[in-house]
């Protein structure tokens, strides 16, 4: 195999979630250019149907909140694809809300989709790869996971991160004598539609944001995906639990 090859997702079947937009998009589009038949799965199913239509890829319905539901876009993709060789965790939600007046409802959405969520798709991801002999599972999760991101308060974001980071650690040590491996990818402030509208909205975070990583910038969406492909790939082939921060800078201060 040279090394152009092992960076190739070449005749493999890669999943992604939350990828009707953003970061998740980006990552479907970039795996699919690697050569994989990419399965778009979101919750928003037109959303999905319209973002794989763009990049050639398939798509699928999937609430990751709801175990049943995961189960039900895993079936459908075996039934239409056949084996997963990859299954990439990407949906996630924050609310900036002060720990002190944040509801019970607010702190129970952040976690049940970044953290309940990602644990459901990977047990049945892992499941069907663990039953096969092998796969790549790859979580994101963040910078947040490692740092208290400031001035904007998000304590569930950050909490529910960390343990996306501790879930990819403890599945990798589980799995990997059977040929599963699950690493996560830590991005940092990302040029998605979202932050740039948070940016506009609030233009005294982006200056911090901005100030306090040494790149000077956000990363663009396909400086994260790029990150991912090379995890779902052989040339990434003795990495497993590792968690690879993506963050221009920011956590080095």
């Known amino acids: 195999m040279t090394l152009i090859d092992k960076f190739s997702l070449q005749g493999r079947n890669v999943v992604v979630t939350g990828a009707a937009r953003g970061i998740g998009f980006e990552i479907a589009r970039s795996a699919q250019e690697a050569g ?11 959303a999905g149907q319209a973002a794989a239509e763009e990049i050639g890829a398939g798509a699928v319905a999937i609430d990751v909140t709801d175990p049943a539901s995961v189960r039900a876009a895993l079936a459908a993709v075996e039934r239409d694809y056949g084996r997963v060789h990859g299954w990439v965790n990407n949906a996630g939600v924050v609310r900036n809300a002060p720990a002190e007046d944040m509801a019970d409802e607010d702190w129970r959405s952040v976690l049940t989709v970044n953290l309940d969520g990602t644990f459901w798709c990977c047990r049945e991801a892992g499941r069907h790869m663990l039953a096969q002999g092998g796969g790549t599972i790859v979580n994101i999760a963040s910078m947040s996971g490692l740092v208290s991101n400031h001035p904007q308060p998000q304590a569930a974001y950050n909490a529910s991160k960390a343990g996306v980071i501790m879930l990819t650690k403890s599945l990798a040590g589980e799995w ?20 740039e509208q948070v940016k506009l909205q609030k233009p005294e975070w982006a200056a911090i944001w901005d100030g306090d990583t040494p790149m000077g910038r956000s990363a663009q969406p396909s400086e994260v995906a790029s990150v991912v492909v090379f995890l779902l790939s052989d040339a990434s082939s003795y990495m497993t639990g590792s968690n690879v921060v993506v963050d221009g800078g920011f956590t080095v201060w």
């Open 176 to 195: 990997a004598p059977r040929g599963v491996r699950v690493n996560s990818v830590s991005p940092g402030y990302t040029a998605t539609p979202l932050l």
């Open 36 to 46: 994989a038949r990419v399965v778009v799965a979101d919750v928003e199913a037109k």
